[in-house]
């Protein structure tokens, strides 16, 4: 199964805009979704099908693709988006599922 | 609002096996698929086991396969993980979510908070 290759880590500065990538071979057929995971909280989605937005989800998350790689956009960042996050996607028949290696965003 | 609720985490040596449950508010449980996310320590999200609604057909990631059980009962809106054979490596936080419907389909879209395994001699 492809892994999907994640930045370990992302520094950003308070109200500058950070940037992850996901990137595998398999989006370029698949969708991509995108997680948070802060310590000791349930992971929250913040953008599906590649860059929609659930409701509730700040609109300075945005996501887009190109080929092979996934990126998801957070400008203006705040202390409070300091997180792990994690792309995702499913197979073809929507059964088997794979995560990112996920990308530690610190805000400095 | 959407509930998901583990439980059933405990310490145990390898090769025991633990029942992991999961129970679910604020939906029509019946109508949804769920699945199975674990976390092991100072690692990424790996994604376990999906149970549809409906078939309730099941599907089960490589490292898992033939050890692992999903199941599910409707009528107590409870989802399950029967862990068997269990390793070192199946040492994580359990997490249970649902899978997404609609334009959502393919995500996951609600999460539990977890409960942990540990598998230790």
């Known amino acids: 199964s492809d892994e999907l290759a994640q930045p370990p880590s992302v520094s950003v500065s308070p109200g500058e805009t950070a940037t992850i990538t996901c990137v595998a071979d398999?989006?370029?057929?698949?969708?991509t979704y995108w997680y948070q995971h802060k310590p000791g909280q349930a992971p929250i989605e913040v953008i599906y099908?590649?860059?929609e937005r659930p409701s509730g989800i700040p609109d300075r998350f945005s996501g887009s693709t190109s080929g092979t790689k996934a990126t998801l956009t957070i400008r203006a960042v705040q202390a409070e988006d300091e997180a792990d996050y994690y792309c995702q996607t499913a197979d073809s028949s929507g059964n088997f599922y794979v995560f990112g290696t996920g990308t530690r965003v610190t805000v400095l | 609002e959407v509930k998901l609720v583990e439980s059933g985490g405990a310490v145990v040596q390898p090769g025991e096996s633990l029942k992991l449950s999961c129970v679910v508010s604020?939906?029509?449980?019946?109508?949804?698929?769920f699945h199975w996310v674990r976390q092991a320590p100072g690692r990424g999200l790996e994604w376990v086991s999906l149970i549809n609604w409906g078939t309730g057909d099941k599907y089960y990631a490589d490292s898992v396969k033939g050890r692992f059980t999903i199941s599910r009962d409707d009528s107590r809106g409870s989802l399950f993980l029967q862990l068997n054979s269990l390793r070192n490596e199946d040492t994580a936080l359990y997490y249970c979510?649902?899978?997404?419907?609609?334009?959502?389909?393919?995500?996951?879209?609600?999460w539990g908070q977890g409960t942990p395994v540990n598998v230790s001699s």
């Open positions: 604020g939906l029509k449980f019946e109508d949804f698929a």
């Open positions: 099908r590649d860059k």
């Open positions: 398999v989006l370029a057929n698949q969708y």
């Open positions: 979510a649902r899978a997404g419907t609609g334009n959502n389909w393919g995500g996951f879209d609600s």
